[in-house]
């Protein structure tokens, strides 16, 4: 197998793992607070990774510890929450369209922060795809308190995109199991207080235990967190920073697809809204041929 190939393997991997994403939060948040959801996802995935952590952080510089512990704080903790909030009030398929604007947030990251020069036609690809985004948005109508809560969902992207360039940037040397591990561990601890303070383990001494929401928001940490987070690091290391923010674009198609099995209507519009952004998908990896 290539490399292209394995490229494109992990991403279509992480492009199903992390559209279902939005509709595990929704089915978490049916039972549990937003902050239980997402403290749960994130300490799940933490105990998920420990064996790996205790292997790997005897073998990781110190001085590179606090960097990976901040791009586990801006790709996994704070878009946690973020989302969660959101989707108190923004509904799983606008949350995955929102979540399209990571590419766009990883070349500004990149240029501003990190100096980085931006080609033409990444640009243009990008321009094209967040332009499907924003047409696939105004397709659900535009409400009030829909652009509030969705301002969350656009702080998450701009974690997104920092979390992107850093580690491109400053952590392309080490293993991606390393990274995550280590990552998701930090994560675990600052969201267990959450946790605690939220009511969740008096929650569990009750009559009704919501272990739907509870089942969803556990598989979404160790599938959608430690396991999707340690292949998007094999894929940033492998194929580049905007290559694997690239995955955004492909999971508002997946989002769509969940809330079609749930009785949603998809509209012609939506589906060509979802052809622009793979023809900007398209252009933004074809500049690296």
């Given at each position: 197998?290539?490399?292209?190939?394995?490229?494109?393997?992990?991403?279509?991997?992480?492009?199903?793992?992390?559209?279902?994403?939005?509709?595990?939060?929704?089915?978490?948040?049916?039972?549990?607070?937003?902050?239980?959801?997402?403290?749960?996802?994130?300490?799940?995935?933490?105990?998920?990774?420990?064996?790996?952590?205790?292997k790997f952080?005897?073998?990781?510089?110190?001085?590179?510890?606090?960097?990976?512990?901040?791009?586990?704080?801006?790709?996994?903790?704070?878009?946690?929450?973020?989302?969660?909030?959101?989707?108190?009030r923004v509904d799983s398929s606008l949350a995955g369209m929102l979540n399209g604007l990571v590419p766009l947030m990883a070349i500004l990251a990149g240029f501003f922060i990190f100096h980085q020069k931006i080609?033409?036609?990444?640009?243009?690809?990008?321009?094209?795809?967040?332009?499907?985004?924003?047409?696939?948005?105004?397709?659900?109508?535009?409400?009030?308190?829909?652009w509030y809560y969705g301002l969350w969902i656009v702080l998450a992207t701009i974690c997104y995109g920092i979390n992107i360039s850093l580690v491109h940037n400053y952590l392309k040397g080490f293993s991606s199991m390393q990274l995550g591990a280590i990552a998701l561990f930090f994560c675990g601890l600052f969201a267990l207080p959450v946790l605690i303070y939220s009511g969740f383990f008096t929650l569990l001494s009750g009559p009704d235990i919501p272990?739907?929401?509870?089942?969803?928001?556990?598989?979404?940490?160790?599938?959608?967190?430690?396991?999707?987070?340690?292949?998007?690091?094999v894929l940033i290391n492998k194929a580049g920073g905007?290559?694997?923010?690239m995955v955004t674009y492909a999971m508002p198609v997946v989002a769509l697809i969940w809330g079609l099995l749930y009785g949603e209507s998809i509209s012609l519009f939506?589906?060509?809204?979802?052809?622009?952004?793979?023809?900007?998908?398209?252009?933004?990896?074809?500049k690296r041929a």
């Open positions: 197998m290539n490399q292209r190939t394995i490229h494109w393997t992990i991403f279509l991997l992480l492009s199903l793992t992390w559209g279902s994403s939005f509709i595990l939060m929704k089915i978490g948040l049916e039972g549990l607070t937003p902050y239980q959801v997402a403290s749960l996802r994130i300490l799940s995935a933490g105990i998920s990774l420990l064996p790996f952590f205790i952080i005897r073998q990781t510089p110190k001085n590179k510890i606090p960097v990976i512990i901040l791009s586990g704080i801006l790709g996994n903790l704070l878009p946690a929450y973020l989302f969660c909030i959101a989707e108190t080609i033409k036609q990444q640009l243009l690809g990008i321009c094209i795809g967040f332009l499907g985004v924003i047409l696939l948005f105004t397709a659900n109508g535009i409400d009030a308190g829909y272990w739907k929401s509870i089942g969803a928001s556990v598989t979404l940490g160790i599938m959608g967190t430690s396991v999707a987070s340690v292949l998007f690091y905007m290559f694997a923010s939506q589906v060509g809204c979802m052809l622009i952004i793979l023809a900007g998908m398209y252009l933004v990896n074809r």
